[in-house]
């Protein structure tokens, strides 16, 4: 069995490019439009939510979420998404893809409508009802990154699979801008039914009582995209590598493929045989996983850590930095409603301009240029462009310069996604065995996951103004937007040495690349593997 490989793999990995394969990456893909809504729209309605439950009568500012309301809010998804990639990943080995799929799936759609419909009356029960919501949609959105990413490498085929898994990956750019684009309808709509002054005018009546459904409906819509595709979700066969590698149903995998690639295959149930025979080979925390994935799994997670500090920090506190250079005015000067409208405004063009772009380069790249060099290429100009924004900061506040600065910021954006934002869902669904795969990538996910935290909270707090006076209501001194863009220039500099850990997975066939064909058969009938670790014979 060594060096051999099933034919129903075989048949997979160089199959042409087909219309299943398209519907796998819409299904797959519409996850995570719905994923990135959910994450994002958030930061769309954090200030609404402190004009409506935290205003002060008399306060020259409108009303903001205290720090440690704003940290939760901002952050309880990121922790659910974090346990959810650990156990949906770690179940989807277990029990098969297919199967963990559409729970995923449900629990983004009832927990999207739960948390906007969070309930009290106090400012306190509102904020504790949405922070739990908010903490399960994550468990739900976590499953998805582990699953997804397994379901399209193991359905792909070996020419174009990066361009398929970043596909999958490149719908949250469209989830992003989706975002924007409601909550600028929905802001203007509300806006244009129901007049309000601006908050120096008249603080009272600047936030509408209308201004609660706003947020609720942003947040509920998001249950939309999952509900549609959960009918085709339960319609997918489970992949082929599951069924034959781990199941050890070649018949099962044969039959399912068959049906989906329209040709005829052989089941091989002999070979799925001599594989039971064998043990079912090693384990996560053994030490011949360390000895041949340990550094990978390594690289995958410090990898996607780095990055998402970086990545994270910056989408969360974009609303900040417009306010910093000016492109979104005093919050004073304007109304509720209008606040939510000049935010969503401001990220669905920073979105527009260099988020969606960036995730289509990649697709477009990743099976020309390899993972590796787009990897280090987007980890490179990151740095680069962090330190030139933050080295001569001062000169970007001043009002002449405040165009240059969002050209560079949008650029910095580029090549995250044009780079290593990308690569790193990619690879772990492509360089680890079948049997550890889905766990492989949640683990790496969660780590990115627990960097999206440093870079969220942290940055909520270091972020601040170093005189304590001019910092927001409630928090502490930081040290001012410079610097923190400083340690995220390094952030990124670390990013781009711990690149070299990670394996070039470009062309080759997942079994190659795990070394599933090369696993060690029963003493005495090893057989030595064949160069290519594929099947030589045509297939049916």
């Known amino acids: 069995m060594a060096g051999e490989q099933l034919q ?3 048949a997979l990995d160089v199959a042409k490019t087909q219309w299943y394969h398209f519907t796998a990456i819409i299904i797959a893909g519409m996850g995570f439009f719905t994923d990135a809504y959910d994450l994002f729209c958030i930061s769309l309605v954090t200030k609404l939510l402190g004009r409506i439950y935290y205003h002060v009568d008399g306060a020259e500012k409108p009303g903001s979420l205290p720090p440690n309301v704003s940290a939760a809010v901002n952050g309880v998804a990121f922790c659910g998404t974090l346990a959810g990639q650990l156990f949906f990943g770690w179940l989807g080995d277990k029990l098969g893809r297919k199967k963990v799929y559409g729970m995923t799936l449900m629990l983004m759609v009832i927990c999207s409508v739960a948390s906007g419909l969070s309930f009290g009356h106090t400012p306190k029960s509102v904020m504790a009802t949405l922070c739990f919501f908010r903490f399960w949609l994550g468990f739900g959105i976590g499953g998805d990154y582990p699953l997804s990413a397994t379901i399209m490498s193991e359905y792909a085929n070996k020419k174009t699979r990066g361009a398929f898994i970043a596909a999958v990956f490149a719908m949250q750019g469209f989830g992003i801008l989706a975002g924007g684009i409601f909550a600028i309808i929905l802001s203007s709509s509300f806006n244009a039914m129901f007049e309000a002054p601006s908050y120096e005018v008249d603080a009272l009546r600047s936030t509408v009582p209308q201004a609660d459904y706003v947020w609720r409906i942003i947040l509920m819509v998001g249950a939309l995209p999952a509900a549609l595709t959960y009918y085709w979700r339960m319609k997918m066969p489970e992949t082929a590598r599951y069924t034959a590698l781990v199941a050890k149903n070649a018949k099962q995998a044969a039959s399912d493929m068959s049906k989906v690639l329209q040709m005829d295959i052989e089941a091989e149930p002999q070979k799925t045989e001599q594989t039971k025979e064998q ?8 030490k011949e996983f360390a ?3 340990g550094l990978h799994l390594l690289g995958t997670t410090s990898t996607w850590f780095l990055l998402d500090i970086a990545f994270y920090s910056q989408n969360l506190f974009q609303k900040d930095i417009f306010s910093a250079i000016g492109w979104i005015p005093s919050a004073k000067s304007m109304n509720a409603i ?3 409208y000049r935010i969503a405004r401001a990220q669905t063009l920073i979105a527009l301009c260099s988020t969606v772009p960036g995730y289509w380069f990649t697709v477009a790249f990743i099976d020309k240029m390899g993972r590796f060099a787009i990897q280090l290429m987007g980890f490179f100009f990151m740095t680069v462009f962090m330190f030139a924004l933050a080295i001569p900061y001062d000169h970007w506040t001043h009002k ?3 165009i240059g600065f969002v050209i560079m910021y ?3 954006f580029f090549f995250a996604n044009f780079g290593p934002n990308a690569t790193t869902f990619v690879v772990p ?3 680890f ?3 550890l795969r889905s766990t492989c990538h949640g683990i790496s996910a969660a780590s990115g996951k627990l960097g999206a935290i440093v870079g969220a909270f942290g940055f909520l707090y270091l972020a601040q103004n170093q005189d304590k006076a001019k910092a927001d209501a409630g928090y502490p001194a930081g040290i001012g937007v410079k610097n923190s863009l400083i340690v995220l220039g390094v952030v990124n500099a670390l990013g781009f040495l711990f690149t070299f850990l990670v394996p070039e997975s470009k062309g080759k066939s997942l079994e190659e690349m795990s070394g599933e064909n090369e696993e060690k058969e029963p003493q005495g009938e090893a057989e030595p593997p064949s160069s290519s670790g594929r099947r030589t014979a045509p297939v049916a």
């Open 291 to 293: 000895k041949r994935h």
């Open 429 to 431: 669904a492509e360089i």
């Open 433 to 435: 065995p079948a049997r």
């Open 8 to 10: 129903v793999l075989n």
């Open 400 to 402: 002449e310069n405040r």
């Open 279 to 286: 043990k079912s080979g090693f384990g996560l925390f053994t």
């Open 410 to 412: 949008s650029l910095t």
């Open 338 to 340: 209008d606040e939510v």
